[in-house]
T-cell receptor, first 108, second 116 residues
Framework: AQRVTQPEKLLSVFKGAPVELKCNYS??????LFWYVQYSRQRLQLLLR??SRESIKGFTADLNKGETSFHLKKPFAQEEDSAMYYC??????????FGAGTRLFVKA | SAVISQKPSRDICQRGTSLTIQCQVD?????MFWYRQQPGQSLTLIAT?????????ESGFVIDKFPISRPNLTFSTLTVSNMSPEDSSIYLC?????????????FGPGTRLTVT
């Protein structure tokens, strides 16, 4: 079965500290993985995708097929990073499955 | 890219009634999706709507409860029928649109539904 697991509902870090939001997936095919972010009072938007291997707003995520993980990392958290983060898996061409989400709170 | 608007943005409805949510996109798109996000939970796909064909529903969702229309490439509606308090949720419209050679999923602002 296709599944995305984000084990942490809430992650609280101090400004300047490293951040890692965990994501594990279950999918028998070749996965397409994404991170979406929802800032307060804004709509859900794409943060990054594993295919592009880019860094957005200082965030990176590496697909580890051996561990079936796609953790989101940032070396130095900023207060404006506080948001809800969703890991997502595109399965079967069109359908996107979302994890439960992790709320990141960056303290001053 | 794609900019999505939804109407209404929120509503409070009585049980047993129905509500139709509209989704308008500023560009023509093939795939439109309807999601539900219940309080404190993640997004759950209700159905995929292609223009000119019947919507494809996910397990646990049926056409009688959530009829969908897709009359053209920029518009869709989702009806929540015979509502109960368990239908209280945020309903999100989403589309897949081309962006710099790849496809990206865009989301509307959501419709917050409360059923009393």
């Amino acid at each position: 079965a296709q599944r995305v697991t984000q084990p942490e509902k809430l992650l609280s870090v101090f400004k300047g500290a490293p951040v890692e939001l965990k994501c594990n997936y279950s999918y028998s095919g070749s996965p397409e993985l994404f991170w979406y972010v929802q800032y307060s009072r804004q709509r859900l938007q794409l943060l990054l995708r594993h295919i592009s291997r880019e860094s957005i707003k200082g965030f990176t995520a590496d697909l580890n097929k051996g561990e079936t993980s796609f953790h989101l990392k940032k070396p130095f958290a900023q207060e404006e990073d506080s948001a809800m983060y969703y890991c997502a898996l595109k399965a079967g061409g069109f359908k996107t499955i979302f994890g439960a989400g992790t709320r990141l709170f960056v303290k001053a | 890219s794609a900019v999505i608007s939804q109407k209404p943005s929120r509503d409070i409805c009585q049980r047993g009634t129905s509500l139709t949510i509209q989704c308008q996109v500023d560009s023509q798109v093939t795939m439109m999706f309807w999601y539900r996000q219940q309080p404190g939970q993640s997004l759950t796909l209700i159905a995929t709507a292609n223009q000119g064909s019947e919507a494809t529903y996910e397990s646990g969702f049926v056409i009688d409860k959530f009829p969908i229309s897709r009359p053209n490439l920029t518009f869709s509606t989702l009806t929540v029928s015979n509502m109960s308090p368990e239908d209280s949720s945020i309903y999100l419209c989403s589309v897949e649109a081309a962006d710099s050679g790849t496809y990206e999923q865009y989301f509307g602002p959501g419709t917050r539904l409360t059923v009393t």
